[in-house]
């Protein structure tokens, strides 16, 4: 993923987070994304979302693609390859 220099946020619960995370990702859990759309719209694009199983992330996703940014669901953090 840094290769492709594509952002990745994890999208789990700090707790969550704190458990076990991908290098380099970025918390913002799922239930802050609204408040924190601004910060999000300054991450180098396109980003790649994740949380434990693919939901949280897909609902962020689809959030985030009708602002207008470039982003993708990336499933579960422990699916990723970076």
């Known amino acids: 993923m840094k290769k ?10 700090s707790a969550e987070f704190i458990s076990g ?4 990702s970025v918390n ?14 300054s991450f ?3 980003i790649v979302l994740c949380c434990a199983s693919g939901s949280r ?4 996703t ?3 693609r009708h602002y207008g940014i470039d982003c993708e669901n ?3 953090w422990l699916n990723m390859i970076y």
Request: charged content about 25%; glycine content about 10%; cysteine-free.
């Open 44 to 46: 180098s694009q396109p």
């Open 21 to 24: 995370h991908v290098d380099g």
């Open 74 to 76: 990336g499933g579960s």
């Open 4 to 13: 492709n220099k594509k952002t990745i946020i994890d999208v789990r619960t």
């Open 57 to 60: 992330s897909g609902q962020a």
């Open 62 to 64: 689809a959030y985030l």
């Open 28 to 41: 913002i859990p799922l239930h802050e994304i609204v408040q924190r759309l601004d910060e999000l719209k």
